[in-house]
């Protein structure tokens, strides 16, 4: 009996040695380009930033205006930097619950290849002065049907690995994972079509622009960085989830509430009266998945907060649900109906609760999803504890002082716009200093990442270092004696399977 128990695990650890291999290139491409993207995203939300409160900063360049570094610093965060990184986790991880070897890595590299294209195009087109002008969709409109197939390209081989995978159950993870990236054309589509195939009204344009940015953060980046740490919490602390009910309540929240979302950004406009308050109620109700799976999460990590305080996967990964948290209590205060709504409506607090959302919430899960996942793909070891915790704790204090100060300073300057008996200068006046420590914040962020975007690029040339040790943020190795997920990767044998 134990000798069949053992040749199973040995059958299994060969097999995922297996789809680790094969994903070894496409996912360290997807992985490494993000991370670039990140860096140049930062860099284009400094200058921007500055130009807030220092106007005459580089101002001999008109290809740097506020207007165009503004857009190219969100896209570039967004589909440079945020896709990318979607791709490479949810490739590695399909493939992994799916137990199935990706026999599609050339073309998924060279559609990964055509998407960095394509996000080139679009950033260089927007600082060029060729951008559309709505937010989040500024790619000059040639960029998107680009951007559309090489999606496909990617994606569509991890839909095939989950439709043959073997008969069994289906886990919590490739429900929010599977979700996203069916999500995401309809969305893609529906927005660009009807803005750029089919223009109507300039009103209508403006609600369905908003309606993009509001599904593409709830129905892409929230499902993915879910279905991540669904995925990664089980498996580093070996402990099944708290509960699995829980989990399919969130799921199915998530899918049904929050494609009513986005309207309420147009509050005031010649739109049907109900539309505004029906899009605040729905962001408002993104507390009930948010929290019932933040809640499901962190009841499963706790358990063993040793594990949680060691392992870096498990670090950025519920400092990612921390700030879920966090972005679920800004969706409700920041949407309420009636004066919090007008006063954050054209402020800084909506870029505020972007920046919460795609990096305090969805960039941390990424980050942990990395320290976990690189590893194994490259079979080398993360070289320095130190640029972890730098890492961490750069990022950590960066982001949320970006939000915090954003988010507060977007109400101060709204309580200037509304005053109309005051000139326009004093609502800038008031949110002058918030755009320094806006600046500040964005300075920290950058210098974390400079440290990931070096090691990562290590570990892509495969200089890490052979060890069967998980890397850990002290000396001492605790928890798991076979690695931060409870296998021996270059040992060959595993104590705890997904879920």
């Given amino acids: 009996m134990l000798s069949e128990v053992s040749q199973n695990l040995e059958q299994d ?4 040695a297996s789809i680790d291999r094969s994903l070894r290139h496409p996912v360290m491409f997807f992985l490494t380009s993000g991370a670039a993207w990140l860096a140049i995203s930062i860099i284009l939300g400094v200058i921007s930033s500055a130009k807030v409160h220092t106007p005459g900063f580089l101002d001999g360049f008109g290809f740097l205006t506020y207007g165009r570094t503004q857009a190219a610093h969100l896209n570039a965060l967004i589909y440079g930097w945020g896709f990318q990184a979607a791709f490479g986790v949810v490739v590695w991880m399909l493939s992994r619950l799916s137990r199935q070897e990706c026999r ?32 989040w969709m500024e790619f000059p409109s040639f960029c998107w049907p680009i951007i559309l197939l090489s999606y496909f390209a990617i994606v569509v081989w991890s839909m095939v690995q989950f439709k043959v995978r073997p008969e069994g159950h289906v886990y919590i993870s490739q429900w929010y994972l599977i979700a996203a990236i069916i999500w995401f054309p309809w969305v893609f589509i529906t ?35 879910l279905g991540t740490a669904f995925y990664l919490v089980p498996k580093v602390s070996g402990r099944p989830i708290h509960s699995y009910s829980l989990a399919q309540f969130g799921f199915w929240a998530l899918a049904v509430i929050m494609p009513w979302a986005g309207m309420q950004k147009l509050t005031g406009a010649p739109i049907p009266y109900f539309m505004p308050y029906l899009g605040a109620t729905a962001t408002i109700m993104f507390f009930i998945p948010a929290f019932s799976a933040a809640v ?36 409700v205060l920041l949407n309420i109906p009636g004066k919090s709504l007008e006063l954050s409506q ?101 210098l974390s990442n400079i440290f990931f975007f070096m090691h990562l690029t290590v570990m892509w040339l495969r200089l890490g270092r052979r060890s069967s040790h998980p890397t850990l943020l002290t000396s001492s190795h605790h928890g798991s004696p076979h690695g931060d997920d409870g296998d021996i990767d270059n040992a060959g044998s595993i104590t705890v399977s997904a879920h």
């Avoid at 650890?13 to 995922?16: G, I, K, Q, S």
């Avoid at 599609?104 to 002065?129: E, K, P, R, Y």
């Fill in 13 to 16: 650890a060969v097999l995922r």
């Fill in 104 to 135: 599609a890595a050339g073309l998924i590299l060279t559609a990964g290849h055509i998407w960095n294209l394509g996000v080139s195009v679009g950033i260089l087109g927007i600082l060029a002065g060729y951008g559309t002008g709505m937010p």
């Fill in 191 to 225: 927005a660009n079509v009807l803005l750029h195939v089919m223009p109507g009204n300039p009103v209508m344009a403006a609600g369905i622009n908003a309606w993009f940015k509001s599904s593409i953060i709830f129905l892409f980046f929230t499902p993915v960085a």
């Fill in 296 to 331: 499901n999460i962190l009841r499963t990590a706790i358990a063993d907060p040793e594990v949680v305080n060691n392992s870096p996967t498990l670090r950025f990964t519920m400092a990612g649900i921390i700030g879920l948290i966090i972005m679920a209590v800004a969706a």
């Fill in 346 to 446: 054209f402020s800084m607090s909506g870029y505020g609760f972007e920046i919460l959302s795609l990096y305090g919430f969805f960039s941390f899960v990424m980050f942990g999803a990395i320290y976990f996942i690189v590893p194994r793909i490259t079979r080398r070891e993360w070289l320095s504890r130190r640029f972890i915790k730098w890492h961490f704790f750069l990022s950590t204090y960066g982001v949320a002082l970006i939000a915090i100060v954003a988010i507060f300073g977007g109400i101060q300057q709204g309580i200037g716009q509304e005053a109309f008996n005051q000139p326009w200068s004093e609502a800038a006046q008031r949110a002058l200093p918030y755009s320094i420590l806006i600046t500040f914040a964005w300075c920290f962020i950058l």
